[in-house]
């Protein structure tokens, strides 16, 4: 699977340097960590082999310490917990677009879900609009889709 993924993440690199440079710098940088990753794994696979024992086999555990024995019902809250948590990202981002949503999920996730102080809350989601825009709009110039609820006002002739 490593080597496949090398080939990919090759293919995707080659691939995206013949175009623009704005168009293909997600691409090659995720190629590029891809690669790497994979890379490792395959020297991994073939010079740091590993004497297998079959009691040495490990069963996964979703965490560690005093929390893996946690009851299933628990996990089972956690992973609804955090999906909804995503799927309120998303739904924030065809609402109010990227560059709006950021900073409001992150408010809405450490206020609500993080018990965060409201001067941790304003920092952290003031450094991560900052990061966010000015990395992907003053640097790179990527024009981001408004959300529907600009559009809406737009087409109600409030919004210019």
């Known amino acids: 699977m490593s080597v496949g993924l090398m080939l990919i993440s090759g293919s995707m690199f080659v691939t995206a340097m013949q175009w623009p440079f704005r168009a293909a710098i997600f691409p090659m940088t995720i ?7 994979a890379s490792i794994e395959v020297f991994m696979d073939v010079y ?13 555990k979703l965490a560690g310490g005093e929390d893996a024995n946690i009851d299933e019902a628990t996990v089972t809250k956690r992973v609804i917990n955090i999906s909804v948590w995503i799927l309120l990202f998303f739904a924030l981002i ?13 408010v809405m996730f450490l206020k609500i879900q993080g018990k965060e102080s409201w001067k941790t809350t304003v920092i952290l989601s003031a450094v991560a609009w900052i990061f966010f825009y000015g990395l992907f709009v003053w640097i790179l110039h990527i024009p981001f889709a408004e959300g529907w609820v600009q559009d809406g006002l737009r087409l109600l002739g409030m919004l210019n």
Do not use: N
């Not at 740091?48 to 069963?59: G, I, N, P």
């Open 31 to 37: 190629a590029v960590f891809v690669f790497v990753l």
């Open 48 to 60: 740091l082999k590993q004497t297998a024992k079959e009691e040495s086999t490990m069963d996964f």
């Open 94 to 106: 065809l609402l109010v677009g990227f560059p709006v949503a950021t900073p409001l999920y992150f």
